[in-house]
């Protein structure tokens, strides 16, 4: 008979291995499943010194790793496979994944939500020397520098105000002739001194020797080309949610996110969603560490349902 795990986790991300921690120190039978490497997004940085407990700061492998092994010490299994598709309405939820099928009583969804990219030449050479996605993680190493943040809604608004207080000189350039963000973050950006906006206009370029220099822009009317000298610029033009498998399983909103609360419920019984998938007003790792505890919480109560 193939093995029941009380807890299947899906995502190696912060989350997911907080996740895995907590459930494992409360006795459960835990597997987590994670396509690639863990860590998620927070690989990709450098220095976290947002992070509570690294007043150093830690970069963001280091820290990944740190998250497997506190989860493994307590008996966490690990199995690096791609979930392909999931049939999750029964009390056992059965999982198809590139290494086999597995089963669970109950199901964690810890897969992230990765940034959309401009997907113009350079952007992916120059990621992380120059390039960024997340002004939060990456904004301090540009103190009195100059920056372009690329975007239009309420998370662009929100990291050129927040780079306006750091950089000496913020270019924020939108295709459209006016902010598509709230209001309360457009008024707070607008009294900004050394903020600059590039209306009607798109990056079509970035221009580096080893780190990024300078980016071209776009007219979307008049097709001009404008090149802007920086120190770097920011993609803030959404994220993408990794729930393609799920689509018909579980309740997304319209872009794609997992609509869960607080308590990281969905509206599939003994399915929860954690970190950077579910619907929420702030994506970061300390958030992520928080859904993954809520998560077995929520997922104790519902095993205890059951019993």
Same mark, same amino acid.
């Given at each position: 008979m193939e093995k029941i795990h009380d807890m299947i986790i899906i995502g190696g991300g912060p989350a997911g291995y907080t996740a895995a921690l907590y459930a494992c120190r409360a006795g459960l039978d835990v597997l987590l499943l994670e396509r690639m490497s863990p860590g998620g997004q927070m690989t990709l940085t450098g220095t976290i010194d947002n992070y509570?407990?690294?007043?150093?700061?830690?970069?963001?492998?280091?820290?990944?790793?740190?998250?497997?092994?506190?989860?493994?010490?307590?008996?966490?299994?690990?199995?690096?496979?791609?979930?392909?598709?999931?049939?999750?309405?029964?009390?056992?939820?059965?999982?198809?994944?590139?290494?086999?099928?597995?089963?669970?009583?109950?199901v964690v969804i810890s897969t992230g939500a990765n940034p959309r990219e401009l997907g113009i030449d350079g952007e992916e050479e120059y990621t992380g020397k120059g390039v960024h996605y997340c002004a939060h993680c990456d904004g301090r190493f540009y103190k009195d520098k100059t920056v372009v943040v690329a975007g239009g809604g309420n998370t662009a608004v929100d990291d050129a105000l927040y780079l306006s207080n750091i950089a000496e000189k913020v270019y924020l350039v939108? =295709?459209?002739?006016?902010? =598509?963000?709230?209001?309360?973050?457009?008024?707070?950006?607008?009294?900004?001194?050394?903020?600059?906006?590039?209306?009607?206009?798109?990056?079509?370029?970035?221009?580096?020797?080893?780190? #990024?220099?300078?980016?071209?822009?776009?007219?979307?009317k008049t097709s001009e080309i404008r090149e802007i000298k920086c120190d770097?610029?920011? #993609?803030?033009?959404? =994220?993408?949610?990794?729930?393609?498998?799920?689509?018909?399983? #579980?309740?997304?909103?319209?872009?794609?996110y997992i609509i869960a609360g607080e308590d990281t419920k969905t509206n599939v019984p003994g399915v929860f969603a954690a970190g950077d #998938? =579910?619907?929420?007003?702030?994506?970061?790792?300390?958030?992520?560490?928080?859904?993954?505890?809520?998560?077995v919480q929520s997922a104790n109560e519902y095993l205890a349902s059951k019993a």
């Amino acid at each position: 008979m193939e093995k029941i795990h009380d807890m299947i986790i899906i995502g190696g991300g912060p989350a997911g291995y907080t996740a895995a921690l907590y459930a494992c120190r409360a006795g459960l039978d835990v597997l987590l499943l994670e396509r690639m490497s863990p860590g998620g997004q927070m690989t990709l940085t450098g220095t976290i010194d947002n992070y509570p407990g690294f007043s150093d700061g830690v970069d963001g492998f280091s820290l990944a790793m740190k998250m497997q092994e506190g989860a493994e010490k307590f008996g966490a299994k690990t199995e690096y496979a791609d979930v392909l598709s999931a049939k999750l309405d029964g009390d056992v939820k059965i999982l198809e994944t590139t290494s086999g099928e597995y089963l669970a009583k109950t199901v964690v969804i810890s897969t992230g939500a990765n940034p959309r990219e401009l997907g113009i030449d350079g952007e992916e050479e120059y990621t992380g020397k120059g390039v960024h996605y997340c002004a939060h993680c990456d904004g301090r190493f540009y103190k009195d520098k100059t920056v372009v943040v690329a975007g239009g809604g309420n998370t662009a608004v929100d990291d050129a105000l927040y780079l306006s207080n750091i950089a000496e000189k913020v270019y924020l350039v939108h =295709r459209r002739d006016q902010l =598509r963000a709230e209001k309360i973050y457009v008024d707070a950006l607008m009294k900004a001194q050394n903020v600059e906006f590039c209306w009607n206009s798109t990056v079509s370029a970035i221009e580096a020797d080893d780190r #990024v220099n300078a980016v071209k822009i776009a007219d979307t009317k008049t097709s001009e080309i404008r090149e802007i000298k920086c120190d770097a610029i920011f #993609v803030s033009i959404g =994220r993408k949610p990794a729930t393609e498998f799920l689509k018909g399983i #579980v309740g997304l909103d319209d872009g794609g996110y997992i609509i869960a609360g607080e308590d990281t419920k969905t509206n599939v019984p003994g399915v929860f969603a954690a970190g950077d #998938v =579910r619907t929420k007003a702030l994506r970061q790792i300390v958030t992520a560490v928080a859904d993954g505890a809520a998560a077995v919480q929520s997922a104790n109560e519902y095993l205890a349902s059951k019993a």
